[in-house]
């Protein structure tokens, strides 16, 4: 069975930093491409970060410089460094996954809560 479980959500200041972890089980992790996605209120689900099964990194525009993406192969785990936090990164953070060399094979991890007061 896979699963994809994040953790490290919660209620945090302006300006303030948070570390979302999201462990991965039943699939070869290091030939996983995996991202983070989020999703605000009343809005779509946007990609926050992605990682690949290379290391290669990219990041939206708006987290870009703030928030940083890596991964553990030895722990089948991913991680999101989120730092200079803004009451606009407000959302629902979601862990993904999808193989590689097949497309059609992707999890998604249920959510954690990211809440940024001002």
């Known amino acids: 069975q896979v699963q994809l479980v994040e953790s490290g959500g919660g209620l945090v200041q302006a300006g303030g930093s948070l570390r979302l972890s999201c462990a991965a089980s039943?699939?070869?992790?290091?030939?996983?491409?995996m991202g983070w996605y989020r999703q605000a209120p009343g809005k779509q689900r946007e990609l926050v970060a992605h990682i690949s099964h290379m290391d290669s990194t990219n990041y939206a525009d708006s987290v870009n410089g703030r928030f940083t993406i890596s991964r553990s192969n030895a722990k089948n785990t991913v991680y999101l460094q989120m730092n200079s936090l803004k009451p606009e990164d407000t959302a629902v953070y979601y862990c993904h996954g999808v193989l590689w060399y097949s497309r059609s094979s992707e999890y998604w991890g249920q959510g954690t809560q990211v809440t940024v007061s001002s």
């Open positions: 039943g699939i070869y992790f290091s030939n996983y491409d």
